[in-house]
């Protein structure tokens, strides 16, 4: 088997050309996060947990998440915040609310997306990222200590 090193410029190359491709672009990425956080907000388990957190801060909120899902789609560079640390601090979450959150993800990219191939491309990484958020906030609590 032959193995090709790739520079990291070379790999955010390949990244940008896939994503632009698949049509995603910052203003995707925009529409993105506005129409999801708006579908979050309204849900009746999901829209408590944020607006308890977030209170009157959506629109800074909104920004980071900007930056979030541009730099996890088109390795942007544009995120450089610690995700996990701020949802550790949640109360009263549970692997459900996971499951609302990217069936709400999903939702919103089947009707912003033109491109199934898109929808699955977001899919991909909200997936891995809930999987990581779920064994750390639950898994890792659960197992015994050494």
Avoid: C
């Avoid at 955010?12 to 907000?41: K, P, W």
């Avoid at 560079?77 to 601090?89: D, E, I, L, N, T």
């Avoid at 499951?99 to 990484?125: G, K, Q």
């Amino acid at each position: 088997m032959t193995y090709r090193v790739r520079s990291a410029e070379d790999r955010r190359r390949e990244i940008q050309e896939n994503a632009a491709r698949l049509g995603i672009n910052e203003a995707f990425v925009s529409n993105l996060v506005d129409s999801f956080y708006a579908r979050v907000r309204a849900h009746p388990m999901l829209g408590p947990i944020f607006d308890t957190e977030i209170k009157d801060k959506w629109e800074p909120h909104l920004a980071k998440m900007k930056d979030f899902w541009s730099s996890v789609a088109m390795n942007t560079g544009r995120y450089s915040g610690k995700p996990f640390p701020v949802h550790m601090k949640l109360t009263g979450l549970t692997p459900a609310h996971f499951n609302i959150w990217l069936a709400l993800f999903r939702l919103t990219l089947e009707d912003i997306s033109e491109n199934p191939e898109t929808v699955d491309y977001f899919m991909e990484r909200a997936d891995r990222i809930a999987q990581n958020f779920q064994f750390g906030m639950f898994e890792l609590q659960n197992l015994p200590a050494r």
